[in-house]
Nanobody, 124 residues
């Protein structure tokens, strides 16, 4: 089992950048596919980005592609989400998630572990 704790959210202006971090417990971090999801008020949780266990493959939602970078540091048991050129529509609670399998990286139902979320608010 893995525990996840997100951090790095906050209130920023449109066009700003932000880096979110997700710290994972345990010694098997490198065995997990990691993902970032977000949920805006009144909307369902949606896929943002995912990264393979080794970090060799990344996946992005079309809505954020080109503005978002997911990365991981397995030595630090941490996954990051870099948000650039933020827009008001990026405002949401951002969740870190982990799963032991591969594939289905955009499907939130395939992820086994979730963090508590960190709020990102982008003002216009």
């Amino acid at each position: 089992q893995v525990q996840l704790v997100e951090s790095g959210g906050g209130l920023v202006q449109a066009g700003d950048s932000l880096r979110l971090s997700c710290a994972a417990s345990g010694r098997t971090f490198s065995s997990y596919t990691m993902g970032w999801f977000r949920q805006a008020p009144g909307k369902e949780r949606e896929f943002v980005a995912a990264i393979s266990r080794s970090g060799g493959s990344t996946y992005y939602a079309d809505s954020v592609k080109g503005r978002v970078t997911i990365s991981r540091d397995n030595a630090k048991n941490t996954v990051y989400l870099r948000l650039n050129s933020l827009k008001p529509e990026d405002t949401a609670v951002y969740y870190c998630a982990a799963r032991g399998g591969t594939l289905y990286y955009t499907n939130k139902d395939k992820y086994d572990y979730w963090g508590q979320g960190t709020q990102v608010t982008v003002s216009s």
